[in-house]
């Protein structure tokens, strides 16, 4: 395990540290590393693949999709994406959905849609994200702008500006920020709910 280890170190930039463990391949909810000790998955992927590993009917589907097409961009319409939109939308009576390659995109995606909306509304560009300290929603420089951990946002400044950071657990602290110009999710969603409701 040390040498592959080792190799990584010097093939990888060193962007974030890794624990000293090898991921060989995974059964139900375990992981096992190229020695064979056994680990509980309770990242599953850093909350992306909580499907487990090595499902049968999973690993059939895959290998069926993959003889078929693995991927073709947004510029053209597929089978899988429209029935997993219609399967997303029914179960969260949403109307639309927008698919994204990654956490990164969801937060970039998000950042763009509460700017757009503050300027349709306001028309000007002074709308306000409330975003947490401590937190971390990824490495691109929207997410990065608010992730509320100065250390990792120091390097990369200026960042986008208009963020404010809350302190987790305590609504208060969200209250006492917001003004005229914060946007909302909770507003977002109330909008959603009513154009549902009618």
Not at 113 to 124: D, G, Q, S
Not at 154 to 166: T, V, Y
Request: with cysteine; proline share 3%.
């Amino acid at each position: 395990m040390n040498s592959y280890i080792q190799e990584a170190n010097q093939q990888f930039v060193s962007v974030y540290n890794r624990y000293p463990i090898i991921l060989d391949h995974g059964e139900g909810m375990y992981l096992f590393d190229v020695d064979g000790k056994r680990y509980l998955d309770f990242g599953s992927g850093i909350g992306v693949c909580g499907l487990g590993y090595h499902d049968p009917n999973y690993t059939h589907m895959l290998q069926a999709q993959i003889e078929k097409l693995v991927h073709t961009s947004n510029l053209f319409y597929n089978v899988p994406a429209v029935e997993a939109a219609k399967r997303f939308n029914q179960a969260s009576r949403m109307e639309q959905v927008f698919f994204t390659n990654s956490g990164t995109e969801a937060i970039e995606g998000a950042i763009k849609i509460a700017k757009k909306y503050h300027f349709l509304k306001h028309k000007n560009h002074n709308g306000e994200i409330i975003a947490m300290k401590n937190s971390f929603h990824g490495r691109s420089m929207g997410a990065l702008s608010i992730t509320g951990k100065e250390a990792y946002q120091r390097p990369f400044e200026p960042l986008l500006s208009h963020i404010k950071f809350a302190e987790f657990n305590n609504l208060e602290s969200v209250k006492q920020l917001i003004t005229d110009n914060t946007y909302s999710l909770y507003t977002f969603f109330t909008i959603r709910r009513l154009k549902m409701d009618r």
